[in-house]
């Protein structure tokens, strides 16, 4: 164990200092990762850029952010055209920072902890969901709630990857090795992001950080990814759940933007291989317009990071 912690040490050193084997999209996480402003921009540009692919409306429509966190990208829907933004998530001082930041009447914020969202039935015209879905531990039963708060004819986009994805463990800053998760056990991985992070050639990003703007001292100390943190659905799993939910639905799978990658593409139509080789899944839902009101769920604990 401690050779394979050991190896996996020195590969992880290597990339980082090299900036070798890694996606484009892990790149300017690292690179962009001191401008919060900067970051959520691109966030927004990705989702709109998105949405006007696969023809998804946003402007003069009611626009709901599931998962909205502090509000960043909400806003910026409003300002790009949406008639009004509800964003929705669990973190509630997330949501009370986004509360006491925008003052704008057309854009509100709601802790989201339970089943039912904290909305009416048939309110709203599009759902956008940006690097939600691989947080969500009940995906079925947020579907079902999305379905019930949209207008027939409204649409959902969601943009998620699956766990075999390169860096699906969100740990790409101290741990830049391709599927490591996949290799390795969870504890060895998070044993070599500890050394990582203690390391003195390790630069912080705005993710070791408290809300006071001190480095975070200890990381990484768990053993195991919190299954309440990532549900570690396959692209198979959610190509499953958005089958079987009341919507419709299209899957739009990302080869990696590299162009070292390009020979990748034909590899996203092979059942197996996909898993390894999706770099990111738009997915884009749809209540039929001649759809039946459901049923509004009982109340429950969910995940929506």
Not at 43 to 59: D, F, I, M, P
Not at 131 to 160: M, N, Q, W
Not at 241 to 250: A, I
Request: include cysteine; hydrophobic fraction near 35%.
């Amino acid at each position: 164990m401690k050779l394979g912690e050991n190896l996996l040490y020195a590969l992880s050193k290597h990339l980082y200092l090299r900036n070798m084997g890694q996606s484009q999209e892990m790149t300017q996480a690292l690179t962009k990762a001191n401008s919060y402003a900067d970051y959520r921009l691109d966030c927004l540009n990705k989702v709109l850029n998105a949405a006007r692919t696969y023809n998804v409306a946003w402007q003069n429509k009611d626009v709901l952010d599931l998962g909205c966190y502090d509000g960043a990208i909400s806003q910026g829907y409003l300002e790009t055209g949406a008639r009004s933004v509800i964003g929705i998530d669990i973190d509630e001082p997330a949501v009370l920072k986004a509360q006491q930041r925008f003052t704008d009447e057309r854009l509100q914020f709601r802790v989201s902890g339970t089943g039912a969202f904290p909305l009416d039935d048939a309110c709203v015209d599009t759902i956008f969901s940006y690097d939600v879905f691989e947080h969500v531990e009940y995906p079925a039963s947020i579907l079902s709630e999305c379905y019930r708060v949209l207008r027939p004819g409204g649409k959902l986009l969601i943009g998620t990857w699956g766990w075999y994805h390169p860096f699906a463990p969100h740990l790409w800053s101290t741990m830049p090795v391709p599927w490591a998760h996949v290799l390795y056990s969870e504890r060895t991985m998070l044993r070599t992001c500890r050394r990582v992070y203690n390391s003195d050639w390790y630069k912080p990003n705005m993710h070791d950080f408290d809300k006071n703007g001190q480095r975070i001292a200890e990381k990484y100390t768990h053993e195991k990814i919190p299954t309440d943190y990532l549900n570690k659905y396959l692209v198979r799993d959610f190509d499953r759940v958005f089958r079987e939910s009341p919507l419709k639905y299209q899957i739009h799978p990302q080869r990696f933007s590299s162009r070292w990658a390009a020979w990748t593409t034909p590899l996203l139509s092979v059942p197996l291989l996909k898993e390894f080789f999706t770099a990111y899944i738009w997915v884009v839902l749809e209540r039929p317009r001649n759809s039946v009101p459901p049923k509004r769920q009982k109340p429950r604990e969910l995940a929506t990071v």
